[in-house]
């Protein structure tokens, strides 16, 4: 492995480090739902997340968007919610030189960035 990629691996693992996202959880305001506390196995509510994407240049701010999701599904009785498969690529502001990356191909690909 090159040293860049080593580099880049190290900056991105700093960035996304457990104890700083397990912090931001702790400060959220998450409580049990209580949907699944008795499941029928024949019977799963199922919700599917279809998300606006977003880059974003803090996983906390990644982490906030989920769980609205979360919540918003939650409050509607689902069970078991799914992401979009991939749904990891909006982090990919956290690697240094893809704004400019993206500001090279416009933002009109579809393409948020979402800036702190």
């Not at 049990?32 to 008795?38: A, E, F, I, L």
């Not at 024949?42 to 979360?70: H, N, W």
Request: proline fraction near 5%.
């Amino acid at each position: 492995m090159k040293v860049s990629e080593r580099l880049l691996l190290r900056y991105l693992d700093w960035r996304t480090r457990r104890a700083l996202l397990d912090r931001h959880l702790r400060g959220q305001k998450i409580s049990p739902s209580g949907n699944c506390q008795t499941i029928d196995r024949r019977r799963v509510r199922v919700g599917a997340a279809q998300l606006e994407v977003k880059l974003f240049s803090d996983p906390r701010e990644y982490i906030d968007e989920m769980c609205r999701f979360t919540a918003l599904a939650a409050a509607q009785g689902v069970q078991l919610l799914v992401f979009p498969e991939y749904n990891s690529l909006q982090l990919l502001r956290l690697i240094p030189g893809i704004t400019a990356l993206t500001d090279e191909m416009g933002n009109g690909e579809g393409v948020s960035p979402v800036k702190p």
